[in-house]
């Protein structure tokens, strides 16, 4: 009988609960509420939309600005390496220009002959090359001519001493193999 009762009161409770829902017209004003809600969330969407869009154009235009100004680099470094490659031309050719004056100087000094076989001051330079900076002997044959990566040369026995660890000249570690 309980159970029956708790039922009826239940259905009691719904039936005035919608009584008073139509009377007040809630569920109208409810559904009124929602759609506007909705609306709402629909223009802000929107608004996020146009908002992306704004943000892709300015990122655009801030990308077209800067290729732009990329290029103008690049094309004032293309004519600044032209110009220094244009006086590097202009070095060369005034070089060539001092080394034929030199030719023709040193051909005009007597005794100065540049076809001359009989030359003391060329066997002094050649003997001057092969000279070790270490121990300042000749180096020549039977003993081995080491060299170091920038061209300097030293005697095997200098090179086998464990003081010198690298070139004496320029500091940098000799090669594995001798050159000569």
Do not use: W
Not at 21 to 50: A, F
Not at 147 to 157: F, M, P, T, Y
């Amino acid at each position: 009988n309980e159970t029956n009762t708790v039922g009826t009161n239940v259905k009691a409770v719904l039936e005035k609960l919608s009584a008073f829902l139509t009377e007040n017209n809630l569920e109208k004003q409810i559904t009124d509420e929602r759609k506007n809600i909705l609306k709402k969330v629909e223009g802000k969407n929107e608004e996020i939309s146009q908002k992306k869009e704004t943000h892709r154009h300015k990122l655009y235009e801030i990308h077209e600005a800067y290729k732009l100004e990329i290029q103008k680099e690049n094309e004032r470094h293309v004519d600044d390496l032209k110009v220094t490659e244009t006086a590097i031309g202009d070095l060369k050719i005034q070089l060539e220009e001092l080394q034929q004056l030199n030719y023709t100087v040193s051909c005009k000094i007597p005794g100065n002959e540049l076809n001359s076989t009989n030359r003391p001051d060329r066997t002094g330079r050649v003997r001057e090359l092969l000279e070790c900076p270490v121990c300042l002997e000749e180096m020549k044959p039977p003993k081995k001519i080491f060299q170091c990566s920038n061209g300097h040369v030293i005697c095997e026995l200098c090179k086998n001493n464990p003081e010198v660890r690298s070139c004496p000249t320029c500091r940098v570690k000799f090669r594995g193999h001798n050159v000569v």
